[in-house]
């Protein structure tokens, strides 16, 4: 194991590089029976593809999934399931110029200096495209929760820039290009982001996502916990440089008094905890906050060295997302998804046989 | 596994309650051949300890640990190294009363609910006691990084609740009862502590955490990322809502022109990375900032409801930190020294034939 | 991780030298609720202790074991279960003289050559000692697997040295210092065992156990096969060199209108698979047969080489067990117990939702 | 994870049914800079492919293989290798008439009791044609394995059904279609053969494989030992029902004065213990036997009951190979050879520091 596997019974393994023949993933522990297709994946990666709108990179993918294993006759076997997705638009002269320096944000001066060798197309490895091998087995993970346990799984972005953009409603996410849970600001940000397009820099950005319908008692003491698990999960999203469960870093500032979620037959009065207490999922939603680094391939120029280590300057001219987090809210979903179904595979593992003692009216309901 | 082991090539596995006989833990993948003895690991284990100033929860522990295997005339054998704390001080009539109540902020309802039984003393396995175990490993992972690689792990309180609390000196971070890398402001948290003691509440905290000398190349890519396993090591530490690496959720408003570390001959010209990219160490001193929130056992009586369901209160009166992130610092820094540890060994297992091409003057230069 | 962790979801940390203060062992995994006190263990414990006949180490060892954590009231928690076994009678003045030298047979060569550095006092890590833990676990699981699916597992001795001991019924096995199945042959044992003790030489020894009553369908496909996993238990076992599932190294010479058991709708009628089809339980009987290596230490002189690489000669004067598998029947079904507890949590994690299509008689019975 | 993963460090992850489009594996760990083309698969995968004489099954398949990522410029970057073999000659139709019943011997029964489903073609993810993945795996390892440390891994037919077939020569292996060492035997074992064949049976078979150059110090203690992890490799091989290291079930009746090898300064006087002590390689040829069951697919009528439980009979007339372990013996190196690089990789992790103390002479040197 050297990084590229991830859970531990619903275990997913991606291979693929930026300007290599294909990206694959093999997902191992999906239970068998559920119903599952080409086009289950499909319709999370459609969300996740590049040139969707002028926001995005221009690269154009089509990004079709095959399953190659794992399902028969509609249904999944419980065997492993392999999935190809072919790279069609690599255009490696693009990086030619490139692959002599080291631009500065990305992880060309790491992996040259780890491996002594580096795949410099497109970032090889590093490359965020490798994200569409989590939102394929997401979106297994996905299907199965909302299925068996009714989890539904959502996310938007929160912040793009220096602008908060505050959740009005969910029917709103899917109907502008940035996932923004606000039609009311999308015309401001298509003006924010043409003007940073022109300007050849890029900006960081926030997403929020929420798991709902997550019954209590998924999570493990100590290390196992569901919210670490949950952090490293987001963490290992390209660009990530925090992550938040609950009132997160909100929660220094405030008193115990504040934080702690007081409880009523009907439900906890407030979700301070992000859904989480002791490791344990409450029942209550699962929320996690994440706030992305700006672009690092922009096309200002900017002082590095090259591989001789000599001084040189960079600036960065293929095709790329001005903002990555715009294309991060299926990702961060996706993620929060398999972390969740390892985690209900894990406890009924050693909890099958527990009758949860207690059923509250509505464990979500904030007073 | 479920849950009470972590790490891949640097393996700590931990058991015991708060009010149970005793803490253990065992650490397995040191490498032979490393000077050991209980000194060095109690002397992590003192800076943890209870009751050391009336800041602090005044449970007495001594927290004398005993090695029991894998050091041989001193020295590491390369075999498991078993460590055991013995439970001096508990006293467990205190929690009689709360037994029957779920506690706002504590795992007590989640344990109850996923165990279907749970061990009410002390918080059983959720107490934050159990961090003993991992002071203990990672003051193993922080003697072998230091004689190794010349790594040094350290960490400074850097707010009390709503008071920042700027960084000015290491030198000052073992003087005082908080671990603040700030002599000024000592008397002024005193006073705030007294305060917030006296009125029955708590308040969070931040605490930093920085690793210096961490050579290029740590880290694996995708989800095996250095920074996706610091993640979850950090917020698998009691009371932890949030994780920073670098420049965190200030990435959020920064352009890609102010975030990317530019690079020189001498070195990095920033590190709003943290010291990593692409999941990889880069030669700068990691930096990891957390958000502990505040302590869940308050004097202040708080709505709950009972063990068949029934609306109640509950006020805390044990002995309790009125600030868990007090004492959080060494835990941070184990935790950080751990992971450091793991991918250390997991790198020269993988690429322990590379020579990383390419030597800067000195990667940790901020011009 | 680094060997001294074995199973995936039962999970059993071990750690501890035949000379050190103690040794001790983590179960991570258990299901909560499972009555569980240190006399389950004991009772496992004082079946492989040395000591309890003339034909067995003279090592005078209470193996009194100690829970240190994970119970409550009386019932497993599902949090860590540690325990502890004291070494009392350890002598370490025996080893003085072979500190210097490689035993022929043991470990002693390699431990030194992989490590830089050995604890020589009884064999250190590499004593048979170590299986203390493995009983203490394989008890937790025999317990669990009794009372939740009514498995129960039992071994016997097979052979010793050249002497076949043909099975003719499950009581006589605790009824004789050999855990022989044939209590006809005890006295010629006994009489073969003085013989060979006063020769100062050693002799091997085939262990089989078998598991009744394991439900259909555990095991995983291809590499997590139950065969495989069993294997590598088995094979873990200190002098084990050989291990055969069903008809084993027999199905050789078999043709497959021999070997592949049919089935008939009152169950299978044969065995030849031990209970194993593509990794999988048929729900027959799991049979497991190992054989075990002549004990290393004996008190005839050996050629080997000192530790600077000179030619010398070696005895072994310490307290020996002249057949180390004499003690091995209680060792191999832990190591079994904890093999099936393993994946019957497995099995229920991905498999929990599905309901065996069909239901023979007797899936056991063979015609 | 449900079972299509191995290894710690060299990790194999395969997926792939006998009649799906294709098989495919990811190794993940491999070291970056070895030199790796298709061609270097393809020559591993053209020994054990099918149709390559009439002694063997006549499906025709070309096993071509594709190497999709994980190697830039002719080198592996150190990234996960993804790898993909088109299945070409799925005759699905053979099987619609066995999809009803469960075959004697082959897992038909085990997966549709475990997963309430199973792909009845070909046998499905149980058909030994998944062995495909591990030759590809194994022939990376191999590489490695010579390049770094001049391992070599080899492997013959040791019996064939009752006729034993002993070692002549490496040189008559590759010679003859049954990896036979043993040219003398060849036509006497076609005539067995063609008998066999006719008569519509099958036999069992037994493979050596032995790995030369092996330095001393691999493999871990306790549960983590070398031969412990061989054993599970061995017995995950499709058909395999027994495993030997080094003297193996001879160990019974073997005195402890004849099974402990003696050491001199020149190396060891015999190799009964296989290359392994206390879990841990010695220096001298790790040597492996194991047992493959008959085929399980034979034309004879044989007695079983249908999908509902009721009495019926089966004769398989598909393309089978009358005795699987004549392909096995490329089968079983590919795994000895990942089990070893694994261990290679997991002790330069831990003892990466460590100088063997002592040289001998020739360690494998047998007087």
Redesign the interface.
Known sequence: ?????????Y???????SH?????G?V??????LELSNTDLQRELDRRKPGSSRHVTQRRESDAV?I???V?EG?T??????F?VRNEDARSKDYAAIAEK??????D???????????ARGG???SAR?TVVRVAAGAIAKKWLKE?YGVVIRGYLA?L??NEIPFQSWDDVDRNPFFMANAGLVKKMEAFMDELRESG??????VNVVAEGVP??????????L??????????I?AV?????????????????????????QGF?SN???GV???????QDVTVSI????????R?P????D?????TTVETTGRHDPCV?IRATPIAEAMLACMLMDHA????????????????DNPRKIN
Not at 102 to 107: D, E, L, N, Q, V
């Open positions: 194991m050297a990084g590229n596997t991830f859970g531990v019974l275990c997913v393994t991606s291979f693929g590089e290599g023949p294909a990206y694959g093999v191992d522990g999906c239970p068998p029976g095959e190659l294993s794992g028969f249904k076997t419980g065997t492993a399931i392999g190809l080291f631009r500065p944000g990305h992880a001066y790491t992996y040259w200096q780890k491996y002594g060798i580096r795949d090889g490895r590093a490798e068996r912040a820039g220096k820099d890029s900006v960081g950005a926030r209590v008692g998924w999570g493990e003491p100590v290390y196992g916990r919210d670490a698990d949950i952090a490293a999960a987001m963490m290992s390209n440089k925090g992550v938040e469960i609950g009132a997160g870093f909100a929660a220094i500032a405030q008193k115990g008094s504040e934080h702690g979620d007081e409880m009523t037959p009065a301070n905890n992000g207490l002791g490791g344990i999922s409450t029942g706030a992305l680094k700006p672009t690092s391939s922009i200002l900017r002082r590095t060295i591989r001789s280590g000599r001084a987090g595979l894990r406890h009924r593992a050693q909890c099958g046989d527990v009758v949860p003692p207690l059923k509250l």
